[in-house]
């Protein structure tokens, strides 16, 4: 099984989100408001922008009528920095326009204050 | 994009800070932006609900200054990354001077200090770029006199008319063109902020955005009919960011208007489908998420591959990467579109072999 340390708990706070490799491949991790770590890979499957530089904010929720907005899930959207493409981190990446599509995602661990990226 | 295609950018968006005019302005118009804080006046309602606004976040300089002002990170993260062989700065529409509702005498001096910025930090910095001759249209006689002072820089390749509320085919706008074709410069149109919804503005941005090309095929249709390519038999015209996919509608809805119209146009000598496969061409940004066998239809219902022209619209969110953008298509059409065609259009741009 291969596996490395990504990073340090410590290094990203919740809601926040930071570049790293996992051998030669660029990977994101994500941290959520709960404290929990997520891996994807760090390239938008539409156009291969590199999603640590969008940005991690809430969703606009489609359980919504027409004229009516409601702001949720935040700090756990991942938003592509080009064409703004929403990605739902709690939910392995899928987009939020078209579920059936998601961010390759990589498993993850915790040992102590080590971020572990494994497959 | 493999790397032994060459690449004309048809559409980067270079953009100046205010300040950086006012060494190109007299007075009083410098009074104006250095004291009274005049800023291009805005229609929209909505902010764009991207992740940064109009451009892409990755592309804001690291110093803080907006996306598109700096040369050296424009050549970092655009034009050697890709290996650009030549781009077209179209601006980024602010200052937009043709797009003023009045005060023209302003419009006509930000014009012309613009036109001065641009040769002096980006095209004489760049080999790889090449210009547009800003105007302000509204004053024609005016815009005439810019074309003639700047219209002859070797880089210059286009007049740029911004797509509002005006319909530029009107013969009061002739005599722009009669320039624009005397120094070989083609007609570059962009999009500002034409209110798409009858005169008015839709109540979502996403409405918006995606009747876009709705406003460029009013101005096609306007300058077809009202003879600007039969009056001008050397100008072409070449619709930015507007899309394409369009384009097999508009040829087979013109003819066929032709067809049982033609009385009252009778300057109009050829089907407008010939006119708009001779003159007019389309920059493929933004592209809809085609297959290869949709595109090759497309190509296929337009009768030719010779219409359509690459652009990547940096640093704008809704940028295309020449890499993914387009299916992968046979080398010898995506030489076309990533190079030939733009190539082939621009007079001015020099064959590479003679650079």
């Known amino acids: 099984m291969k596996e490395q340390v990504v990073c340090k708990t410590t290094d990203i706070q919740p809601g926040e989100m930071m570049e790293s490799y996992f051998g030669k491949q660029n990977v994101l991790i994500c941290r959520t408001p709960d404290g929990e770590f997520y891996a994807f890979m760090n390239q938008c499957n539409h156009q291969g922008a590199p999603l640590h530089r969008g940005m991690i904010c ?27 493409r929403e990605f739902d981190i709690k939910n392995e990446g899928r987009m939020l326009a078209n579920p059936d599509k998601k961010i390759p995602s990589f498993n993850i661990r915790i040992e102590d204050e080590k971020v572990i990226v494994y497959k | 994009m493999p790397k032994q295609i060459p690449l004309v950018d048809t559409d980067i968006h270079e953009r100046v800070q205010y300040q950086e005019l006012l060494e190109y302005l007299d007075e009083p118009f ?35 200054r907006p996306a598109g002002s700096d040369l050296a990170f424009m050549q970092e993260q655009l034009l050697d990354d890709i290996g650009h062989e030549f781009g077209i700065l179209t601006g980024a529409l602010d200052p937009s001077p043709s797009s003023m509702h009045g005060w023209h005498e302003m419009a006509v ?24 001759v800003h105007v302000a249209a509204q004053d024609r006689d005016e815009a005439v006199k810019e074309i003639e002072r700047v219209g002859t820089h070797p880089k210059m390749v286009q007049v740029l008319l911004p797509i509002d509320d005006i319909m530029w085919g009107d013969p009061y706008y002739h005599p722009i063109f009669e320039a624009a074709e005397k120094h070989n410069l083609m007609i570059g149109m962009h999009h500002n902020e034409p209110p798409v919804y009858y005169g008015k503005w839709p109540r979502y941005f996403i409405e918006w ?38 384009i097999p509608h508009m040829m087979w809805k013109m003819d066929q208007q032709y067809r049982d119209l033609r009385h009252e146009v009778p300057w109009l000598k050829r089907k407008p489908s010939d006119v708009m496969k001779e003159h007019v061409r389309f920059c493929t940004q933004p592209s809809e998420e085609l297959n290869k066998k ?60 003679e650079r």
């Not at chain 2, 009274?36 to 609900?49: A, F, L, N, R, S």
């Not at chain 2, 460029?216 to 619709?239: A, D």
């Open chain 2, 30 to 64: 410098k009074h104006y932006i250095q004291n009274c804080h005049w800023i291009q006046e805005k229609h929209m309602p909505y902010t764009q609900p991207s992740v940064a606004g109009v451009d892409r976040a990755d592309a804001v300089i690291p110093d803080g």
């Open chain 2, 294 to 353: 949709d595109f090759m239809s497309l190509i296929e219902q337009m009768g030719t591959d010779e219409m359509i022209c690459f652009a990547t619209d940096y640093p704008h969110w809704d940028y295309d990467s020449p890499h993914r953008a387009l299916p992968n298509l046979d080398p010898k059409l995506k030489k076309k579109i990533y190079f030939e065609n733009a190539k082939n259009f621009y007079p001015k741009i020099p064959d590479t072999k």
């Open chain 2, 109 to 132: 001096a930000l014009a012309s200090a613009y036109n001065d910025w641009q040769i002096d930090k980006w095209l004489d910095k760049d080999e790889r770029l090449y210009g547009s």
């Open chain 1, 58 to 84: 809430g969703a606009t929720t489609d359980q919504s009528e027409p004229g009516e907005y409601h702001y949720c899930h935040k700090g756990e959207i991942l938003r592509c920095p080009w064409h703004g």
């Open chain 2, 209 to 246: 955005h995606t009747l876009i090309p709705t406003a460029h095929m009013k101005q096609v249709t306007n300058m077809i009919f009202n003879g600007v390519f039969e009056k001008f038999p050397n100008l072409g015209m070449i619709m930015i960011e507007g899309g394409f996919t369009f």
